[in-house]
């Protein structure tokens, strides 16, 4: 099979712009300030983990796609508009502050692409949404946006 024909697949043609936009990501966090004491998590340290794990599952993805090669292409725009989402989030983030848009985001997201299991989803914004809070407040002193609910 010839590589262009290898690479067709919608899914590859996705873990490669997810690859490549992570590596591009990778080196600009090169230039953020390391930790001063021997031992201290660098400001750095969790986006590089972060994008390290999104490449090796783009990668997985390219090995092996979801989707079948045989499998018609249907009009599912669904990553687009979760990416369109995610700009949206990242955009009004400072202004509506992280308290109120996050659980809102990680109700929506899972719905946009089709997941119906409330309980569940209403679990998952709960969890999700403190486990944020506490590695970021109370592990790493690191202040969220308040937004509307700031000074």
Known sequence: MSIVKYFRHSDR???LIVITVSVFLYVLIGDMD???SPGAMAAS???????????????LLILRPARSVDEKKSKSYQGFYAIVLMVIYIALLEKIGFF??????LFVLPYMV????YRLI???VIVVTAALYGVFVEVLNIPLPQGLLGD
């Not at 340290?45 to 990668?59: D, E, K, Q, W």
């Not at 089709?114 to 299991?117: A, T």
């Open 13 to 15: 043609i996705f873990a």
């Open 34 to 36: 390391e930790a001063y």
């Open 45 to 59: 340290s969790y986006p590089r983990l972060i994008l390290a794990c999104t490449m090796l599952v783009s990668g």
């Open 100 to 105: 109120i848009l996050t659980p809102l985001f």
């Open 114 to 117: 089709g997941f119906r299991r």
């Open 122 to 124: 209403t679990m998952s």
